[in-house]
């Protein structure tokens, strides 16, 4: 599986947008993008996915380079609900499309939001 | 709509003692996930299964094992449990294609002393 790479920690002030970067130097053609977050004490919840093109969700926005080798997860107003454990994750498809769906987790970032 | 449910949340074994975690999910999901988290780490998995009688190993399948017998239901056992298996597991499902998303549990919070 391609590797991600993340910072170890990042800090934000409630209300400002958060950009949560991601380095993918070895992804393929064919793998999607995903972001999980995990809150205190909880299962990991789903963000949002992309291939090529930005996407925009009710929670997040995946800006995704040129190249695909990087990826920035934008949480446009932060609270201090969105205080997790962001995760970045490369998920690769097989020949037929569909892939055995596992998801391998790296340290992944801890997001602190201030008040 | 329940989503993945693991019991218990909670448990404390004792060294050499067994155990079954279980988990279930109502949204047919073939594709299905065990996990154990350790303090300040990610997430590794431990087995997974692509249906009802099909299970393979993860990346630490040692002192595990699985069973899927229906498409509901994927319970993990522990054998002669030991202190390395104090953790937190979580059980997840999905669709299986590479563009969804995957829904977890709340997670098992085992302890072995």
């Known amino acids: 599986d391609a590797k991600t790479t993340q910072p170890n920690s990042m800090e934000s002030n409630e209300e400002e947008p958060v950009h949560l970067p991601c380095n993918h130097s070895t992804i393929s053609g064919t793998d999607y993008i995903h972001w999980y977050r995990q809150l205190p004490s909880q299962g990991p919840e789903y963000v949002i996915h992309g291939l090529t093109s930005n996407v925009n969700n009710r929670m997040a926005s995946l800006a995704i380079a040129e190249d695909r080798k990087s990826s920035t997860l934008i949480l446009h107003r932060a609270t201090l609900r969105d205080a997790a454990v962001y995760y970045c994750?490369?998920?690769?498809?097989?020949?037929?499309?569909?892939?055995?769906?596992?998801?391998?987790f790296g340290q992944g970032t801890i997001l602190t939001v201030h008040p | 709509n329940a989503g993945v449910t693991q019991t218990p949340k909670f448990r404390i074994l004792k060294i050499g003692q067994s155990m079954t975690l279980q988990c279930a999910q109502d949204m047919n999901h073939n594709y299905m996930y065990w996990y154990r988290q350790d303090p300040g780490m990610g997430l590794k998995l431990i087995y997974y299964s692509v249906g009802a009688g099909i299970t393979d190993k993860g990346e630490v399948p040692n002192g595990y094992n699985v069973s899927r017998s229906t498409t509901e239901d994927f319970p993990l056992r522990l054998e002669l449990a030991a202190p390395s298996q104090t953790s937190v597991y979580f059980c997840?499902?999905?669709?299986?294609?590479?563009?969804?998303?995957?829904?977890f549990g709340q997670g098992t919070r085992l302890t072995v002393v």
């Open positions: 997840a499902s999905n669709v299986g294609r590479v563009n969804t998303e995957a829904f």
């Open positions: 994750i490369l998920r690769a498809a097989n020949a037929g499309g569909t892939s055995y769906g596992k998801l391998t």
